[in-house]
Each structure stands twice: as C-alpha cells, then as structure tokens.
C-alpha cells in the first residue's frame, strides 16, 4: 500500500538533547578508520578554529537516524520497517559538531513517492544545538521496498 502523500511536510517535536562527547567522537573516528588528530585531540582541533575536539561529518547519522525513528513509528504513517533499506545520506553543515554539543533534531518529512511499486521517503533532520543555532541538516532517504504482490 502507497504511503499516505499528507504526511509530506509534517514535522515532529524536537527529540531530547544528545550529548556530544569526546570519546563518542574518538570511538566513531577509529570505527570508521579516520585518523584525522582533530576527531581526538583538542589541540589539533585548536589549531583549526576549533575550541573543542571535532567530530566526523558523518557522525551525526546516528543522532539524525534515531530521530527519524519518530518518522518510521509513526503508526498513522504505516511504513512497514521490515521492508525498509537505506536509499542515501547526505548532509549539510553550519559548523562542525563538537564534543560539548547538547543537540536536538527536528525531523520533517520532505517527500514520499512512488517508484516501481516501491515508496520512497525522504526525510530531513535539522539539527540544532542548546542556544537553537544551526549546526547540520542531514537528509535520509528510505525505500519501502514493494511486496510484488500488486494491489486491486
């Protein structure tokens, strides 16, 4: 079954502040296999600009993914996660994220398509620290795959 078109536009409130914290930083940045010195010592972040230890641009998937989860439960919308796969990531920052950071995101669904008897939804997560300045807008892209049965 198609997802419901009305939902494009609709926001949901803001999740919990996450703490940003610098070994959260240095354990991501060694997941990932960057060992850029400014995701792990605040010096070498200082002789960026930084006053704090930067993280990854990728980091916040994990704090902009879990707030789309207010999206993919969302019983009215009726996405069945089961046949969900990650379709794209993309991000766009104000600054970089920084150990201390108390972030909060604001999740919007943007679009919701059809597409070879697949939906697609495309969801967008503004991300905001304690003083409400912008930090990153990460995009996600989500395909309910069809179930190849088709519908009368």
């Known amino acids: ?5 009305s939902f494009v536009g609709r926001s949901y409130p803001p999740t919990a ?12 940045a060694a997941a990932i296999g960057d060992p850029h010195p400014a995701y792990r010592d605040r010096a070498a972040a200082a002789v960026l600009g930084h006053p704090q230890v930067i993280a990854p641009p990728t980091f916040v998937f994990s704090i902009s993914y879990a707030a789309a989860g207010q999206v993919i439960e969302d019983p009215q919308l009726g996405l069945d996660y089961s046949r969900v796969v990650h379709g794209d990531q993309k991000f766009v920052y104000t600054r970089p ?6 972030l909060t995101v604001v999740t ?3 679009a919701i398509r059809s597409h070879a008897g697949n939906d697609v939804l495309d969801i967008r997560g503004d991300v905001r620290d304690d003083t409400g300045v912008h930090v990153v807008t990460a995009w996600t892209k989500l395909v309910a795959r069809g179930t190849g049965v088709e519908e009368s």
Not at 1 to 5: K, P, R, T, V, W
Not at 22 to 28: A, C, D, G, L, Y
Not at 97 to 102: K, M, Q, S, T
């Open 1 to 5: 079954m198609a997802l419901d078109q």
């Open 17 to 28: 502040p996450y703490e940003v914290g610098v070994e959260k930083i240095r354990e991501f």
């Open 97 to 102: 994220v920084r150990a201390g950071d108390r």
């Open 108 to 110: 919007t669904i943007e």
